[in-house]
């Protein structure tokens, strides 16, 4: 059964804003002489009780609250429906605190709406330049530039308002190709993973849209405030076409000779488009930019910007790309560093099984492999990745110890697991992972019965693969053999 709202609202606070929102339900602004002390009890001692989904009915709740308060039911009825709506405006009034440019829109056109032009002059002028190059563009500053446009008419000083009516309209028609072209990025990119995708009106914009004249303009004008219009188009440029080397090669020099003048949030979301697009082209084989990914997390690293480590992204985690990376590039000490420095970020519920095949990746790439195979034992996840990958890391550890009845054994097993778990595993996962074990399973029975004509068959066949996962080692044990 759905959950009362006034439920999700309370369970939303934290402690502080639970104390915060007393303060603001019982002041006399909202409810002249009208307290919910008594009933906010009763409903934080039910909420600690558990969820409603744990009791049987409304009913019961209705029941439980009642039974603790001295109010008719239809009476505690219309103070549960007040305290919701008060729960809403304490949201609004929390999300009102965070956004200064809203709060500036909201008293500028109250001050409009009252005729107090003096002051609105005033308090305008008090904004920090609205418009600057380095502040992201919203919706929320065009209407102040447009009450701002008003204002000058209402006052007759025709000379400004055409003067402000300007600089609106290179506002908004930045802004809006910003937009644009950051909205055909995403259209990009979930056209590249094969997402069914229906967008018309987009489509004819965009197909119609004489956008290399525009860029060439906009360029040539060497506008900060175009700066990031410029950047939203390479990276649209580089997404719709994975071969244009020429718009890649422009995106990523213009984010290195202007990186010192983007803010953070900017920066962080447009390495994160950069790293994308590296791992598409690393997953192309073109290993090379393995070195530009690594270059970008550590710059990540250092500029504090690593929130991704705290998020569940499920299937994989951010934390697992960073060391899969550093132990490719045999950075084997920055991954250790990494490991303990960094692992106390990822949530709690997944910090384990990180840290656990994180330190096993790592002691098999420093051959330390009965490290490896401990690290994997302590493994316990529900994860289809992470049981994939614990199980082709086990697989490799049995050759390299020479357990191979346990290697035909675990091959039997993840195979079972993949037949078992159709919807569950991804299918290009499935792929690489049937690829890696018939790869496997081959060099396992060329290493018991030799064969050299079959062996050079099978490096020539590895060799070719752009898909093989730990193709390199695959070589290596190859070259072993001949």
């Not at 002390?37 to 439980?64: A, C, H, M, P, V």
């Not at 008090?126 to 919706?139: A, C, L």
């Not at 490799?396 to 035909?408: G, P």
Request: aromatic share 14%.
């Amino acid at each position: 059964m759905k959950e009362i709202k006034i439920l999700q609202i309370l369970k939303s606070f934290s402690a502080e804003e639970r104390t915060l929102f007393r303060e603001f339900a019982n002041s006399d602004f909202f409810r002249k002489n009208r307290k919910y002390n008594e009933l906010l009890d009763s409903l934080e001692k039910y909420i600690e009780k558990g969820s409603l989904s744990d009791l049987k009915s409304r009913g019961k709740f209705q029941e439980t609250i009642f039974r603790v308060n001295s109010l008719k039911n239809q009476t505690l009825r219309n103070r549960l429906n007040e305290l919701t709506k008060l729960g809403e405006k304490f949201i609004m009034f929390r999300e009102l605190d965070k956004d200064g440019d809203l709060r500036a829109l909201l008293f500028l056109r109250g001050l409009k709406d009252r005729k107090l032009i003096k002051l609105f002059e005033t308090e305008f002028n008090k904004i920090p330049d609205i418009t600057n190059y380095r502040k992201f563009k919203s919706h929320i500053i065009s209407d102040i530039l447009w009450l701002d446009i008003l204002v000058q008419k209402e006052n007759r000083n025709f000379q400004a308002m055409f003067s402000n009516y300007n600089k609106q309209i290179e506002y908004i028609y930045t802004y809006f190709l910003e937009m644009l072209f950051d909205s055909a990025k995403e259209y990009e990119i979930e056209r590249m993973y094969n997402v069914n995708l229906t967008a018309d009106i987009f489509e004819s914009v965009i197909s119609n849209l004489n956008a290399k004249k525009l860029m060439h303009f906009v360029e040539g004008n060497n506008n900060p405030a175009y700066r990031r219009l410029i950047i939203n188009y390479y990276l649209y440029k580089s997404f719709s076409d994975i071969n244009d080397t020429a718009s890649f090669e422009k995106l990523q020099k213009i984010f290195y000779d202007n990186i010192n003048d983007i803010e953070d949030f900017e920066k962080n979301s447009i390495m994160t488009d950069l790293i994308s697009l590296y791992f598409y082209k690393i997953n192309r084989g073109e290993t090379e930019y393995l070195k530009d990914v690594f270059k970008l997390y550590k710059l990540k690293l250092k500029l504090g910007l690593y929130d991704e480590l705290r998020y569940i992204r499920y299937p994989s985690s951010a934390f697992r790309d960073y060391i899969v990376v550093g132990i490719r590039l045999k950075q084997f000490a920055w991954v250790e560093d990494f490991i303990k420095k960094y692992s106390p970020e990822v949530p709690e519920e997944i910090r384990e099984e990180e840290t656990c095949m994180g330190y096993a990746r790592l002691y098999f790439s420093k051959k330390e492999y009965l490290k490896s195979l401990e690290m994997l034992n302590k493994l316990e996840t529900s994860n289809y990745l992470y049981i994939l990958d614990a199980s082709n890391n086990k697989l490799r550890v049995f050759y390299e110890l020479l357990n191979f009845e346990e290697a035909f054994l675990e091959i039997d097993r993840i195979k079972h697991y993949i037949k078992n778990n159709p919807r569950k595993i991804a299918s290009s996962v499935k792929k690489y992972n049937m690829e890696f074990l018939d790869k496997y399973n081959k060099l396992l029975r060329l290493r018991l019965s030799p064969d050299r004509r079959e062996l050079g068959f099978f490096h020539k066949n590895v060799r070719e693969s752009a898909t093989l996962v730990t193709k390199n080692w695959f070589i290596e044990k190859i070259g072993e053999l001949q």
